[in-house]
């Protein structure tokens, strides 16, 4: 009798930890997967990316899609339509916000987000005139996972001030979602010393944004990404980033390594 008590106070016990354990989990778990770019030389649309897309997502069914950076100008439609193929490759179905009469519902309601690249500007703008920027904020601290890529990875930092865009329109406010405690700079790109060009090199500038703030620039050169497991932010993909600290002068971080400030 008594060992009968204790198997189902074990069980009680058992089904109320998963319990408390999946609750905090799904309040709490803040995934993401932040991406320099979406295309690799060589290779189509997220072609090098998508087995890691397969799998952060895995049997995710309702995928919402942001548009809005809209890369070389082009529709939402369209832009929508070359997500979906690609996410179709693995089983997985994406539908485009702007599809949805009620979008901040849509948000709410999303199991997970991917956010393609383009211009940096117009994204945040729209984001912000939507006040889509805090519903997404709001649904990925509480469980639904993130994917960006280039401007989709601008917005994942605490603003948009590192982008490499040109302000072709002019947002209500330069913060973006703050997923992570610093800012990106996707794209990064090493100065050329056989070069001729006398222009301000990556460096040069986002050492200038440095002058003016002291947010941490993360400069992650294509095909890296960061991998973001609550407050664990881990480099992935073949090459090193550069990290850039104010008051510090510049240096690497290993692939696999975290990224702690
Ligand atoms: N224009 C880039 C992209 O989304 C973003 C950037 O370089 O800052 O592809």
Redesign the pocket.
């Known amino acids: 009798m008594d060992s009968i008590n204790q198997e189902v106070d074990l069980n009680f016990h058992y089904e109320i930890t998963t319990f408390v354990y999946q609750f905090l989990h799904k309040q709490k778990m803040k995934r993401a997967l932040i991406v320099s770019?979406?295309t690799i030389y060589g290779s189509s649309y997220l072609e090098y990316i998508l087995p890691e897309v397969k799998v952060f997502f895995g049997d995710k069914k309702n995928i919402v899609f942001i548009p809005f950076?809209r890369?070389g100008g082009i529709s939402h439609d369209d832009y929508t339509s070359l997500a979906k193929e690609k996410f179709a490759e693995i089983g997985l179905n994406i539908k485009g916000i702007h599809e949805f009469e009620d979008q901040e519902a849509a948000i709410a309601k999303a199991d997970g987000f991917f956010t393609?690249?383009?211009?940096?500007f117009l994204?945040v703008k729209q984001l912000h005139e939507l006040g889509l920027m805090k519903a997404i904020k709001y649904a990925v601290e509480n469980g639904a996972l993130y994917m960006g890529?280039?401007?989709?990875?601008?917005i994942t930092g605490l603003n948009m001030k590192?982008?490499?865009?040109m302000p072709i329109v002019l947002p209500s406010s330069f913060d973006t979602l703050g997923l992570v405690p610093f800012n990106?700079?996707?794209?990064y790109l090493d100065p050329d010393p056989t070069s001729k060009h006398k222009g301000e090199t990556r460096e040069t500038r986002i050492k200038e944004f440095h002058t003016q703030n002291n947010t941490p620039v993360v400069g992650l050169r294509e095909g890296s990404w960061l991998e973001v497991n609550n407050e664990t932010v881990t480099l992935k993909g073949k090459l090193d980033a550069r990290i850039f600290e104010q008051g510090k002068t510049p240096y690497e971080l290993s692939s696999g390594a975290k990224i702690k400030f």
Request: hydrophobic share 15%; charged share 5%; proline share 8%.
């Open positions: 770019t979406s950076a890369p393609g690249g383009g211009n940096t994204l890529t280039s401007a989709g990875c601008n590192t982008t490499n865009d990106m700079n996707p794209h």
